[in-house]
């Protein structure tokens, strides 16, 4: 059984910082592309990062570069997002991504998101 669990959102002031996991099972975590979304109330899910299977590339919306890391473990089957400076516009459902095509065939798996929610 394939599960995305996410963990670490909160309530945080604006400017602070938040470190979410995403613990994955019931698959082979190190083949897939790992990424990060998010959905703010009224608008559409929008990617946030994402990690290479290996960790040895990255990608980040403009919206989050130099502000968040994202990072796995691949021994732990778990994938990272590291959050600084907090904006107020962060607030939003984060939601952890699995992904992999592989003989033409399309395999995604979602988590069941974490609540952010930068307020002062």
């Known amino acids: 059984q394939v599960q995305l669990v996410e963990s670490g959102g909160g309530l945080v002031q604006p400017g602070g910082s938040l470190r979410l996991s995403c613990a994955a099972s019931?698959?082979?975590?190190?083949?897939?592309?790992m990424s990060w979304y998010r959905q703010a109330p009224g608008k559409e899910r929008e990617l946030v990062a994402v990690?290479?299977?290996?960790?040895?590339?990255?990608n980040y919306a403009d919206s989050s570069k130099g502000r968040f890391t994202i990072s796995r473990n691949n021994a732990k089957n778990t994938v990272y997002l590291q959050m600084n400076s907090l904006k107020l516009e962060d607030t939003a459902v984060y939601y952890c991504n699995a992904g992999l095509v592989e003989w033409g065939n399309k395999f995604d798996y979602w988590g069941q998101g974490t609540q952010v929610t930068v307020s002062s």
């Open positions: 990690i290479s299977s290996a960790g040895g590339a990255t």
């Open positions: 019931g698959f082979t975590f190190s083949r897939y592309t």
